[in-house]
């Protein structure tokens, strides 16, 4: 079975400041999707962003963006000039053919004004 | 509106009732799933469906029962419900194989007493 853990329940990190949330996967393919949601208090899960494992860019999506290094099966999230609205709790998921996704734990992250 | 909506947002009922939690979603995907997440557990997946009649047991199917007559469908069913069934639960649906994002409803907030 696949797995997906974040090993930081909780994170802070101070408005405007950078933070980057960990995330590593357990697969034996060669190809899948990860990706990061995010859970606001409203609880609705929004996608952060979405990484192709083939391509070797690292995806960005404004602020957010990962740093992907494959052969360590390592995926984690950097937040840059933090918002008090991206407080939330954070997932990292994996998925193989986009019909099986596995999420990990979760990582609340507080902004301090 | 198009998209993945959920009934009832929040429900309480008590111990050995039969509760059923509906899923309806307008976009035509093939996968649909059902979630359930814990404070500690991330989400954990309960059931999915690749298609109209085709469904499949995930990580903890133990106690729910799920149909599919309709590809926009995909109601779960708690037949006797429990306290450890006391959760939140989200349904969720993927376009499948290629597409690569899964897509969330609301959540529905499950006490049972």
């Known amino acids: 079975a696949q797995t997906v853990t974040q090993s930081q329940p909780e994170m802070s990190v101070q408005e405007a400041e950078t933070v980057t949330l960990s995330c590593t996967y357990d697969?034996?393919?060669?190809?899948?999707?990860l990706f990061w949601y995010k859970q606001p208090p409203s609880r609705q899960m929004i996608l952060v962003i979405r990484?192709?494992?083939?391509?070797?860019q690292n995806a960005t999506e404004n602020r957010f963006s990962v740093n992907f290094q494959k052969a360590a099966k390592s995926f984690s999230l950097k937040i840059s000039d933090s918002q008090l609205g991206d407080a939330a709790m954070y997932f990292c998921?994996?998925?193989?053919?986009?019909?099986?996704?596995?999420f990990g734990t979760g990582t609340s992250l507080t902004v301090i004004p | 509106d198009a998209g993945i909506t959920q009934s009832p947002r929040y429900k309480i009922t008590e111990t050995g009732r039969q509760v059923t939690l509906m899923c309806h979603q307008t976009?035509?995907?093939?996968?649909m799933f059902w979630y359930r997440q814990d404070l500690g557990h991330g989400l954990r997946l309960i059931y999915y469906?690749?298609?109209?009649?085709?469904?499949d047991k995930g990580e903890v199917p133990d106690g729910y029962v799920v149909s599919r007559s309709k590809t926009e469908n995909f109601p779960l069913t708690l037949e006797s419900a429990t306290r450890s069934q006391t959760s939140v639960y989200f349904c969720?649906?993927?376009?499948?194989?290629?597409?690569?994002?899964?897509?969330f409803g609301e959540g529905s907030r499950l006490t049972v007493l």
């Open positions: 998921a994996y998925s193989l053919f986009g019909n099986q996704f596995y």
């Open positions: 469906s690749a298609a109209a009649d085709i469904t």
């Open positions: 976009w035509s995907h093939s996968y």
């Open positions: 697969t034996s393919e060669s190809d899948y999707y």
């Open positions: 969720a649906s993927s376009g499948g194989e290629g597409t690569g994002e899964l897509f």
């Open positions: 990484q192709e494992a083939y391509k070797q």
